[in-house]
DNA sequence: TAGGCCATCTGGTCCT
DNA sequence: AGGACCAGATGGCCTA
């Protein structure tokens, strides 16, 4: 806001150069023709003009820049949802903050990871299964560039926003859970695999 | 009532 | 130039 009108202000500077006491310092108008002062007179009130419209067009601007913010912002929550939709619902059916969301999927992939690695290692065919080993080596949670906090690049390292979450998150991401619930999820989606 | 979460506004920066 | 993205500020709502 401020700084909208602080432009202005620094803009209307230039549309008004001068005040009326320096015009009339400059070059009086008694000494000015007539066709002269009417032709000031017009570029006067049009630089007016346009003062007030570049108002009213930072003002929409502003407004459009806001309408495009709400979208995106609506967008990442429409994601956030879908999101929370394929992540396993907790028998509370609380929802889960923005923050959990995140967290919480982040545990429940490297849980569905490491089940499949560990199914991959009991099965002990690891030739036979190509989808269970592209899985299973599939980087850990801990091992990219993000930043998760992990020690290697093992996929059974454990993703550290488990001990990080204190309180009810904690709870939430509880690996027992997390397994439990992978398993039922490779169930229902990789039919066949046990 | 304090603290957490959220939606919205806003200005800055980067990209096309 | 305009849009996308980002982070800070602010105010409202809810809960312990």
Not at 89 to 98: M, Q, R
Not at 102 to 107: C, E, G, K, V
Not at 126 to 132: C, H, K, S
């Amino acid at each position: 806001m401020d700084s909208v009108y602080s432009d202005i202000d620094s803009n209307s500077c230039d549309f008004f150069p001068h005040t009326d006491d320096e015009d009339s310092r400059g070059s009086s108008p008694l000494c000015q023709p007539p066709e002269q002062l009417q032709q000031q007179k017009k570029r006067r009130r049009g630089r007016a003009r346009s003062e007030a419209t570049v108002q009213v067009v930072k003002k929409n601007r502003r407004l459009k820049a806001n309408d495009r913010e709400r979208n995106r912002m609506h967008n990442l929550n429409d994601a956030l949802d879908a999101l929370r939709g394929v992540l396993p619902a907790f028998p509370d059916e609380t929802k889960l903050t923005k923050i959990e969301t995140l967290r919480f999927a982040h545990n429940y992939i490297w849980a569905l990871s490491e089940t499949i690695r560990i199914a991959d290692l009991q099965a002990g065919k690891p030739g036979d299964t190509p989808l269970l080993v592209s899985l299973a080596e599939a980087p850990s949670p801990g091992s990219d560039a993000c930043s998760w906090s992990s020690s290697g690049s093992s996929s059974s390292s454990s993703p550290a926003y488990s001990a990080s979450s204190p309180g009810s998150p904690a709870e939430r991401e509880d690996y027992a859970y997390l397994q439990q619930d992978a398993l039922f999820g490779l169930r229902s989606f990789v039919p066949g695999i046990y």
